[in-house]
């Protein structure tokens, strides 16, 4: 088999024997653990000249860190990555903001990983880039003669054309993408953007099987949706150990308990949400006094503008909320500013009637993944998720909302806590066949297979 040489923005902390991490960082870790393999990313360090690390090594991983000096990190990563892609990535172009020397920075930062890569890979490695801080690390990567094969999955959206266009650069962007021999997408509509603008934009042929001919050479797209670990999930759930916060909470709260869990972003819609769960209050009242809604957001990104501004507006929405509806032995809205390992976590989703997901768009979203995996069969909660994230392709038996919608929110709120036990267990019973399906492995298994096929 191949060596594997992982590359991502950053390098998950890893402990031996420690619970693994979600999402990007458990997908990377399952794959090197079991075929070894080198990992290169930032270090998260900054320093006053951009270096590369000695290499560390845990197990049969190769770990190769670079520091990013200031003003790498500001054009690089408060900069291109999440002040202009973020954003647009995520539909939400109002708060986009473009630089071209942040653009400069970004290109010089992919050259920075390309040339790490070029110093230690192998004439048979395959080369695994992740996400959009990469986008044009091929490119760079083949400028240093580098002629392996090298694939990009993209954990968040594609957009349609005419909004990946409101960026300045994004000729050069998706000229860049094509120097990839794979490009995968969570979903076949994020796949079908991206080559309805290289068919459209840029002068290209769609072959067969997701084959683009542009720019002189031919490149596949395919559509790899992310899973999890279900049976992990369910396991660490159920742990006695793990459930003593959970149980805790039981016997702190008589209420039926909705839970959201996101990272702090404007992409997740908890504004939207908050004032969907004013309207259920306000429209619903026989539910006043038996619910709680407890909202798990620890901050991210914060030194970006519109991060800190969402907080801000948050922390001053939750009180108004529940100064209008609290009572003295109730308060509907909890707010907890802080992120909880995961043994805690997985508890905390069995222990909630109703799973609230509802981003105004996202890649995949494996928290309302986690959620479904998490529950007791027998007496599963309901999930009610956003139509926008990549989740709900799969995930069509939860009660799909429109995060814009307040009153279909307020409503969706409503059924899920009213919905009888046998229409829980079906819904459920479907949704976590969908993910048996749909794992963590298949999802590396099948990226893997595709990047090794010409
Ligand atoms: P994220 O935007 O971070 O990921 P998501 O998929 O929901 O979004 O979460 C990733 C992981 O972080 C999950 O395993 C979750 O448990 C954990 N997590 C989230 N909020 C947490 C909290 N408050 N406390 C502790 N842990 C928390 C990006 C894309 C997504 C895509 C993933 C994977 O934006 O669309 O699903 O990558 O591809």
Same mark, same amino acid.
């Given at each position: ?46 320093? $006053? ?15 190769? #860190? ?22 647009? @990535? ?14 400069? =920075?970004?290109? *010089? ?29 091929? %490119? $760079?990567?083949?400028?240093? =003669? ?19 266009? #409101? ?21 076949? +509509?994020?796949?079908? $953007? ?16 997701? +084959? ?8 596949? +797209? ?27 909470? *039981? #016997? ?9 869990? !996101? ?11 908050? +004032? ?5 209050? %306000?429209?619903?009242?026989?539910? *006043? ?28 929405? $939750? ?9 003295? !032995? ?8 802080? /992120?909880?390992?995961?043994?805690? @976590? ?43 994230? /990549? ?54 298994? *099948? ?8």
């Amino acid at each position: 088999m191949p060596r594997l040489v992982a590359v991502s923005n950053r390098v998950a902390p890893i402990q031996e024997g420690e619970p693994t991490a979600g999402g990007l960082a458990a997908g990377v870790l399952d794959a090197l653990k079991q075929q070894g393999g080198i990992w290169v990313g930032w270090s998260g360090e900054i320093t $006053a000249e951009s270096t590369a690390n000695p290499a560390r090594t845990v197990g049969p991983i190769a770990l190769y #860190t670079i520091n990013l000096s200031r003003k790498d990190y500001d054009e690089f990563y408060r900069g291109f990555a999440n002040a202009t892609l973020w954003p647009t @990535l995520h539909y939400q172009i109002g708060l986009a903001q473009f630089d071209w020397n942040d653009f400069a =920075g970004y290109r *010089r930062v992919n050259d920075l990983f390309a040339l790490a890569v070029s110093q230690v890979v192998r004439s048979d490695d395959l080369i695994w880039a992740h996400d959009y801080h990469l986008l044009c690390f091929a %490119e $760079a990567l083949r400028a240093a =003669g580098v002629t392996n094969r090298i694939g990009l999955f993209l954990h968040t959206p594609f957009p349609a054309p005419a909004v990946f266009m #409101t960026i300045p650069s994004h000729a050069a962007l998706i000229r860049a993408m094509c120097a990839f021999d794979l490009l995968g997408f969570q979903t076949e +509509t994020d796949r079908t $953007a991206f080559s309805d603008y290289v068919v459209r934009q840029a002068g290209g042929k769609a072959g067969h099987n997701g +084959t683009l001919h542009v720019f002189g050479r031919s490149l596949r +797209t395919g559509v790899f949706p992310i899973g999890v670990h279900v049976d992990e999930v369910r396991v660490q759930a159920e742990d006695p150990v793990n459930r003593r916060l959970a149980t805790r909470l *039981r #016997t702190t709260l008589r209420e039926r308990l909705i839970l959201s869990v !996101d990272r702090l972003d404007y992409s997740k819609g908890l504004r939207q949400r908050f +004032t969907a769960f004013e309207r259920f209050l %306000e429209e619903y009242p026989e539910h *006043r006094g038996k619910i709680t809604f407890m909202q798990i957001a620890p901050p991210s990104r914060s030194d970006v503008q519109p991060y800190r501004e969402i907080r801000r507006e948050l922390e001053a929405e $939750a009180g108004r909320i529940n100064g209008r509806f609290a009572d003295v !032995d109730w308060v509907p809205l909890r707010y907890l500013n802080r /992120g909880f390992p995961r043994n805690v @976590l997985m508890p905390l989703y069995a222990e909630a009637e109703v799973g609230l997901v509802t981003p105004l768009r996202d890649g995949m979203n494996l928290v309302a993944k986690e959620y479904i995996a998490a529950q007791d069969p027998d007496d599963p909660g309901v999930l009610v998720l956003s139509q926008f994230a /990549g989740a709900a392709v799969e995930l069509d038996a939860a009660l799909l909302v429109n995060p814009y919608d307040q009153a279909g929110m307020a409503a969706a709120l409503d059924r899920a806590l009213s919905m009888p036990l046998e229409e829980r267990r079906e819904r459920h019973a479907a949704m976590l066949h969908v993910m048996r399906v749909h794992s963590l492995e298949r999802w590396r298994d *099948r990226f893997e297979a595709a990047l090794r096929t010409p």
